[in-house]
């Protein structure tokens, strides 16, 4: 079974940038697209974007697109979220998850907060 660690997290602010780092522990983790995740106190989770198992495709939510950047080492079994330009409403926990099948997250983070102060 894959486990995932999410690292990176923490207080910025507001325009500042956060690297954010998924480690995995199973072989299988480069077979599987992978997704960053964020929730809010009292939102609903949000699907900030993925990136293909061969890293060559990426996709993001409007809301990030264009400051955030998803990449991946499967080499080192490490996924990665770069966050520019952070806003206060990027404040969240951040968690990364497998797609094991389209549009199914099996394996997910235990979470890493981030908060972005004005």
């Known amino acids: 079974q894959v486990q995932l660690v999410e690292s990176g997290g923490g207080l910025v602010q507001a325009g500042g940038s956060l690297r954010l780092s998924c480690a995995a522990s199973?072989?299988?983790?480069?077979?599987?697209?992978m997704s960053w995740f964020r929730q809010a106190p009292g939102k609903e989770r949000e699907h900030v974007g993925g990136?293909?198992?061969?890293?060559?495709?990426?996709w993001y939510a409007d809301s990030v697109k264009g400051r955030f950047t998803i990449s991946r080492d499967n080499a080192k079994n490490m996924a990665y979220l770069q966050m520019n330009s952070l806003k206060v409403e990027d404040t969240g926990v951040y968690y990364c998850?497998?797609?094991?099948?389209?549009?199914?997250?099996?394996?997910w983070g235990p979470g890493t907060q981030v908060t972005v102060s004005s």
């Open positions: 990136i293909s198992w061969t890293g060559g495709s990426t």
């Open positions: 199973g072989h299988t983790f480069s077979n599987y697209a």
């Open positions: 998850a497998l797609e094991t099948n389209p549009y199914r997250y099996d394996y």
